[in-house]
């Protein structure tokens, strides 16, 4: 077989006007990206910034592989294994002589086969590409239609501000809880039997996602465990809830390491015999089920406890957050599991789209009509459900977790407390350690019921062990440790300032959730 022309015997010009087109087309996305971040950014998007910076990097992630890849092609290619493991695992059974059908290798002189061709690499290589731009349009799409169908939240969250609202709502009025809108809802026969609350739950979520009721419930609950009534006349839950879900995108446009794991074992259950294409489609689909019963059932119980609590109830029902309520205590494990199904969804799109494109219909891949419906047909109904039902029940439910999610704070305020918070541990380990200042005039560690560092759970670069928050606790007002820590030195001093600065950025902060900032 006759070789290709090396790049001796191509013409320069040929070679130029490559890298030309090339350069071209890499300095014009560069500029699209670096355009969209500032854009972003003077819209104080900054969540969605850091998910546009995610995305880079795996950009560049990509092109290291590519590159590994390129590297890699010929010695991987040159490596020999024998035939009885070269002829296992194959999409097809092999028609007659496999070998027959291929050119002639230098393993074929040891009687070996080719691990893996230069060929079958470089298709490997274009999969791996579609992939990644498969998943991140997918995420990109899903949670655009999450947020659309989110929309409707504003009329809710306007609501709350009319006098009529605050009529029915009267905190002093007492009614059975039974009685409540929430707990005519939630409040049943089936409520209290494990199974026909997952059955009711599990259909629920086909017809009423998020209810109207659920949402103001939760926001009333939210607020009463993390607000100071002063903050909460004000307070605007919808724009809260679309800041967290910004925050959470940059989680979902990534792929964790977990995820490129899932790609290698999916090609192992391509080969023939196993009828990939007749199940693997249907495990997102169950996964994303499972997310929506779970999340409904979170909520009846959050219904269910308040008449444990007792028969009456004077205003507004008030649920009890915790993380508890999730799965292993871990709200978080919500958003993987969602991070999971987007990618497994991509994945197959992306397997559909490259096998067609590189090897036609029929193929090994594709065999029949059935597995291109099915496969299709999967792609929509999960891709529809996550982002008119998932995300919206996701974005509501996770909020009733025990802390209140960081992006509470902008990105000074956080700044602030990280300072004062690593100073006031300096200054206690310090006093521990010698420190001759007599103990009534110690500066002394705010109580964990009034600093609101705990919200930084989660907050980039932050990694202290005061992690946990109860309710009613979150509350701005901290004169009382700012005065103590000033009765000291020059230390003491420094503490009261970090302590006066974010008080007045958190006032700043929280005026950015107040009703009418839009």
Same mark, same amino acid.
């Given at each position: 077989m006759a070789k290709e022309r090396s790049m001796e015997a191509t013409p320069t010009w040929a070679i130029a006007v490559v890298c030309f087109i090339l350069l071209a087309i890499s300095i014009f996305i560069e500029q699209i990206i670096h355009h969209i971040g500032e854009w972003l950014l003077e819209k104080r998007k900054k969540p969605l910034y850091e998910a546009l910076e995610k995305i880079k990097a795996e950009l560049m992630l990509l092109g290291f592989l590519s590159l590994l890849l390129t590297v890699l092609q010929e010695p991987v290619s040159n490596l020999c294994v024998p035939k009885s493991i070269g002829y296992?695992?194959?999409p097809c059974k092999p028609k007659g002589d496999a070998q027959s059908e291929y050119e002639v290798t230098s393993c074929d002189k040891k009687g070996k086969v080719q691990f893996a061709s230069s060929y079958a690499i470089h298709q490997l290589h274009i999969f791996i590409f579609v992939l990644a731009v498969a998943h991140v349009l997918y995420?990109?799409?899903?949670?655009?239609?999450?947020?659309?169908?989110?929309r409707k939240w504003r009329a809710w969250e306007d609501e709350t501000k009319t006098i009529e609202y605050q009529f029915y709502n009267d905190p002093e009025r007492f009614r059975f809880a039974?009685?409540?809108?929430?707990? $005519?809802?939630?409040?049943?026969?089936?409520?209290?039997?494990?199974?026909?609350?997952?059955?009711?739950?599990?259909? $629920?979520?086909?017809?009423?996602?998020v209810a109207k009721v659920d949402y103001l419930t939760l926001r009333h609950g939210f607020m009463m465990a993390h607000l100071t009534p002063q903050n909460q006349?004000?307070?605007?839950?919808?724009?809260?809830?679309?800041?967290?879900?910004?925050?959470?995108?940059?989680?979902?446009?990534g792929i964790s390491p977990a995820l490129w794991l899932f790609t290698v074992l999916y090609f192992l259950t391509t080969t023939d015999g196993l009828y990939s294409y007749l199940w693997v489609p249907f495990v997102p689909l169950v996964i994303i089920l499972l997310v929506g019963t779970k999340l409904q059932m979170i909520i009846t119980e959050m219904?269910?406890?308040?008449?444990?609590?007792?028969?009456?109830?004077?205003?507004?029902?008030?649920?009890?957050?915790?993380?508890?309520?999730?799965?292993?205590?871990?709200?978080?494990?919500?958003?993987?599991?969602?991070?999971?199904?987007?990618?497994?969804?991509?994945?197959?799109?992306?397997?559909?789209?490259?096998?067609?494109?590189?090897?036609?219909?029929?193929?090994?891949?594709?065999?029949?009509?059935?597995?291109?419906?099915? $496969?299709? &047909?999967?792609?929509?109904?999960? %891709?529809?459900?996550?982002?008119?039902? &998932?995300?919206?029940?996701?974005?509501?439910?996770?909020?009733?977790?025990?802390?209140m999610k960081p992006i509470i704070f902008g990105d000074n305020v956080a700044t602030a407390l990280r300072s004062w918070h690593h100073t006031a541990k300096k200054r206690v380990k310090h006093g521990l350690s010698g420190h001759t200042t007599p103990a009534n005039s110690r500066p002394t560690t705010p109580l964990h019921g009034?600093?609101?560092?705990?919200?930084? $759970?989660?907050?980039?670069?932050?990694?202290?062990?005061?992690?946990?928050?109860?309710?009613? &606790?979150?509350?701005?007002?901290?004169?009382?440790?700012?005065?103590?820590?000033?009765?000291?030195? %020059?230390?003491?001093?420094?503490?009261?300032?970090?302590?006066?600065?974010?008080?007045?950025?958190?006032?700043?902060?929280?005026?950015?959730?107040?009703?009418g900032n839009k």
């Open positions: 296992s695992w194959h995420c990109i799409a899903t949670f655009a239609l999450g947020r659309l169908k989110m039974r009685e409540t809108s929430f707990g $005519r809802r939630h409040m049943h026969f089936w409520s209290k039997s494990p199974v026909l609350l997952w059955i009711v739950c599990f259909f $629920r979520q086909f017809f009423s996602s006349n004000n307070f605007d839950f919808q724009i809260y809830i679309n800041r967290a879900v910004d925050k959470d995108f940059k989680v979902v446009v219904g269910v406890r308040i008449s444990e609590r007792g028969d009456i109830v004077k205003g507004v029902p008030v649920v009890e957050t915790g993380d508890h309520l999730f799965w292993f205590n871990r709200p978080g494990l919500v958003l993987f599991l969602i991070n999971f199904v987007l990618f497994q969804n991509a994945f197959q799109v992306a397997f559909f789209v490259w096998s067609w494109w590189k090897f036609g219909f029929p193929s090994c891949f594709h065999r029949n009509a059935a597995d291109l419906a099915i $496969r299709l &047909t999967m792609g929509v109904i999960i %891709q529809v459900h996550c982002s008119y039902v &998932t995300l919206p029940l996701y974005a509501l439910v996770t909020q009733m977790g025990s802390s009034t600093s609101p560092v705990h919200l930084l $759970r989660g907050y980039p670069q932050y990694n202290e062990d005061s992690v946990q928050a109860s309710p009613r &606790t979150s509350n701005v007002e901290n004169e009382g440790w700012a005065n103590e820590i000033s009765n000291d030195n %020059q230390e003491g001093e420094i503490l009261q300032h970090a302590s006066t600065d974010h008080n007045k950025q958190i006032e700043i902060t929280m005026s950015d959730f107040t009703f």
